[in-house]
């Protein structure tokens, strides 16, 4: 029995036959589709649980049809692959633009069956659940704060994703699906700082709970915290804290999150 279907756009058939190949071992079907006409028909005939979509179709830019394809698909996830154009700035900004374009998952190709395995359980909960838990994401290079953190966060039913660094954080996790980004500070790489400014210039919608125990004595934490704060941080949490304060914070960030809604 198939999980779910999955609507293809892709106008390489050579491509489209190897995803539909690993949408089957995944345990999905696929419908192919080679243009945007073909998207919007079958949109109008079929049940499908997941759009799978290319950006560089022959004869126009996806992204741009994405209004019109959300009239059709109303709740239905989307997902955009690409490649982007030549060198990895080319690619990292298609993706940017994708998410710019609320697109609910990003893929860069080359891809792994692994890479879309994760999107196609994200989706089936997505599809199924009608109230998902909350999503968050704990961002920190210390591996033992990761560990409590999630731990703590996990016990209390929460949705949790978890990186290593800023850079990883926005290559591996689609941040439109997240509702708290709990981050470090000071981390090797581009930091709390500037990622906290990156996610409330791309994700506005998405909360922030800034966390950091300062830097050798040489940055007071609440300096720390109040760049942080002037960054676009929703909430403050010093180290060492407790997984009590830690839990009460999330809970209070996402009430003011959904009162504002």
């Not at 126009?60 to 109303?74: Q, S, V, Y």
Request: aromatic share 4%; proline share 5%; net charge negative.
């Amino acid at each position: 029995m198939s999980l779910g279907t999955v609507l293809v756009l892709e106008d390489s058939r050579v491509q489209a036959q190897l995803i539909s190949k690993m949408l089957t071992a995944l345990g999905w079907s696929a419908v192919m589709a080679f243009d945007h006409k073909t998207v919007y028909q079958l949109l109008r005939n079929s049940n499908v649980d997941l759009l799978l979509l290319d950006v560089y179709i022959e004869g126009g830019n996806t992204l741009l049809h994405l209004p019109e394809i959300r009239d059709l698909a109303h709740d239905i996830p989307v997902a955009i692959m690409t490649a982007g154009g030549a060198g990895g700035q080319a690619l990292n900004a298609t993706l940017n633009a994708a998410r710019r374009a609320q697109a609910d998952f990003v893929l860069p190709k080359p891809f792994t069956p692994a890479d879309l395995r994760v999107i196609l359980d994200e989706a089936y909960q997505m599809r199924r659940s009608p109230t998902p838990p909350k999503h968050i994401l704990v961002v920190d290079d210390c591996r033992v704060v990761r560990k409590l953190t999630t731990s703590a966060l996990a016990e209390k039913g929460y949705r949790i994703s978890e990186a290593r660094s800023m850079e990883e954080a926005f290559e591996r996790i689609d941040i439109a699906h997240v509702d708290v980004v709990i981050t470090d500070i000071f981390m090797p790489g581009m930091g709390g700082i500037e990622g906290i400014g990156i996610i409330k210039a791309t994700w506005p919608e998405v909360s922030i709970i800034a966390m950091s125990a300062g830097v050798e004595q040489k940055v007071a934490n609440t300096q720390a915290l109040s760049a942080a704060q002037h960054m676009g941080a929703h909430a403050l949490l010093p180290k060492p804290f407790t997984a009590s304060d830690l839990c009460f914070l999330v809970d209070a960030v996402l009430t003011e999150r959904s009162l504002a809604a």
